[in-house]
Nanobody, 126 residues
Framework: QVQLVESGGDLAQPGGSLRLSCAAS????????MSWARQAPGKGHEWVSG????????YYAATVKGRFTISRGNAKNTVYLQMNSLKPEDTALYYC???????????????????WGQGTQVTVSS
């Protein structure tokens, strides 16, 4: 069955960096775009970043653009999120998501995704 397992979350200082990973299994990873989303305590879901199936196209939320970089290794069935210049407002549970449909486009609506990982906690604090 489909599994998405995130890792790499940790406590970081403001201005610091973290690299998140999402290991995928149970589907043809290279055929699907993948996305990262986050949810902070008391706040709603926020799309953070997405990457097309072949890695040629990416999407970033305005709140993270220029600081976060999404990438993928199709040979390793893994999608990454490099987070630099971290801010306290980046504190959240980060999780990766798989779209319902294969293809190169990057869906940006929740209903277009059918599997979500359990998440990895990122806390930015001094």
């Amino acid at each position: 069955q489909v599994q998405l397992v995130e890792s790499g979350g940790d406590l970081a200082q403001p201005g610091g960096s973290l690299r998140l990973s999402c290991a995928a299994s149970g589907f043809t990873f290279s055929s699907y775009a993948m996305s990262w989303a986050r949810q902070a305590p008391g706040k709603g879901h926020e799309w953070v970043s997405g990457i097309s199936s072949d890695g040629s196209d990416t999407y970033y939320a305005a709140t993270v653009k220029g600081r976060f970089t999404i990438s993928r290794g199709n040979a390793k069935n893994t999608v990454y999120l490099q987070m630099n210049s971290l801010k306290p407002e980046d504190t959240a549970l980060y999780y990766c998501a798989k779209p319902k449909r294969a293809g190169n486009g990057i869906p940006q609506a929740s209903y277009q995704y059918d599997y979500w990982g359990q998440g990895t906690q990122v806390t930015v604090s001094s």
